[in-house]
């Protein structure tokens, strides 16, 4: 079991920056692909950023590329999001996901849910106009 726990949101406005990090409970953590998901009001679950378990590959959401950038530290078991020119619309829940890739390529990265098996509880990131 992997156990996630996401920290660094909070109320920022428009044109400002954040950065979350996600913590994982595990010795393993090189063995895992990560990516970060959000969740609005009312919307549903969407991918935002995903990072390859080694190599550093990286995939985004076309709205967040330019202005979001995700890196892992191995070492300290912690995946981040950097989050700079923030937008109201990026107002949401951010969820922090783990995918164990040991068998798949070192550059994979995925940007379906149904394909990571551990969750965090999730940050609330607010944006204001």
């Known amino acids: 079991q992997v156990q996630l726990v996401e920290s660094g949101g909070g109320l920022v406005q428009a044109g400002g920056s954040l950065r979350l990090s996600c913590a994982a409970s595990t010795r393993t953590f090189s063995r895992y692909a990560m990516g970060w998901f959000r969740q609005a009001p009312g919307k549903e679950r969407e991918f935002v950023a995903a990072i390859s378990r080694s190599i550093g590959r990286t995939n985004y959401v076309d709205s967040v590329k330019g202005r979001f950038t995700i890196s892992r530290d191995n070492a300290k078991n912690t995946v981040y999001l950097q989050m700079t020119s923030l937008k109201p619309e990026d107002t949401a829940v951010y969820y922090c996901?783990?995918?164990?890739?040991?068998?798949?390529?070192?550059?994979?990265?995925?940007?379906?849910?149904?394909?990571?098996?551990?969750w965090g509880q999730g940050t609330q990131v607010t944006v204001s106009s």
């Open positions: 996901a783990a995918e164990f890739s040991l068998i798949r390529d070192p550059g994979y990265v995925s940007s379906f849910e149904e394909t990571y098996g551990y």
